[in-house]
Nanobody, 115 residues
Framework: QVQLVESGGGLVQPGGSLRLSCAASGFTFSRYAMSWYRQTPGKERELVAVITVGGGSTNYADSVKGRFTISRDIAKNTVYLQMNSLKPEDTAVYYC????????WGQGTQVTVSS
């Protein structure tokens, strides 16, 4: 079964950190570019970060540059999003995406940044 399963979301205070994980199964993870998106009610899904097939290149939305880091572990079929210095405006549902021969989406994990 082709799927992505996110975990690691939750409630955190402003300035805090969270690490999201996305476990892939059912497809050849190493051949897919991986991304994290986020979405808030009434808004379109926004690309947050992307990492290439080999992991040698990453790209970030301007709003998260210097605070978020995307990485991948080929051996564990997992992509991560380390989020530091979190702000209330980072509150959203975060989705994992795989793009290659096909496109796969995870179910999303809620991140809430609030005091």
């Amino acid at each position: 079964q082709v799927q992505l399963v996110e975990s690691g979301g939750g409630l955190v205070q402003p300035g805090g950190s969270l690490r999201l994980s996305c476990a892939a199964s059912g497809f050849t993870f190493s051949r897919y570019a991986m991304s994290w998106y986020r979405q808030t009610p009434g808004k379109e899904r926004e690309l947050v970060a992307v990492i290439t097939v080999g992991g040698g290149s990453t790209n970030y939305a301007d709003s998260v540059k210097g605070r978020f880091t995307i990485s991948r572990d080929i051996a564990k079929n997992t992509v991560y999003l380390q989020m530091n210095s979190l702000k209330p405006e980072d509150t959203a549902v975060y989705y994992c995406n795989a793009r290659g021969f096909r496109e796969v989406w995870g179910q999303g994990t809620q991140v809430t940044v609030s005091s």
